[in-house]
């Protein structure tokens, strides 16, 4: 079993800045991918931003130029740098660890907000 632990929402005022974290532990296979996904009220779960094990990024186009996505694979962590946040940031923030086999874990979410 694999457990993920997020770290480091809250409330920002819009045009600032913020850093999600996000460790995995347990029965890891590698090579797996990392991942940060969102869901705001009334609205479906989205992808904001994901690494491979290789460290090639993919982003929600809504967020690149202002999200960074960075893992640490000797410590199984994955980083998600988020600035100029907007109003529409607003939303539960989920880690998502995905293997090459095919099972895909879950954290617990992280709140945030972005609001003046």
């Known amino acids: 079993q694999v457990q993920l632990v997020e770290s480091g929402g809250g409330l920002v005022q819009p045009g600032g800045s913020l850093t999600l974290s996000c460790v995995a532990s347990?029965?890891?296979?590698?090579?797996?991918?990392m991942g940060w996904y969102r869901q705001a009220p009334g609205k479906q779960r989205e992808l904001v931003a994901s690494?491979?094990?290789?460290?090639?990024?993919n982003y929600a186009d809504s967020v690149k130029g202002r999200f960074s996505i960075s893992r640490d694979n000797a410590k199984n962590m994955v980083y998600l740098q988020m600035n100029s946040l907007k109003p529409e940031d607003t939303a539960v923030y989920y880690c998502?660890?995905?293997?090459?086999?095919?099972?895909?874990?879950w954290g617990q979410g992280t709140q945030v907000t972005v609001s003046s």
């Open positions: 347990g029965s890891i296979f590698r090579p797996y991918t």
């Open positions: 998502n660890l995905k293997t090459n086999l095919g099972r895909s874990y």
């Open positions: 690494v491979t094990s290789g460290g090639s990024t």
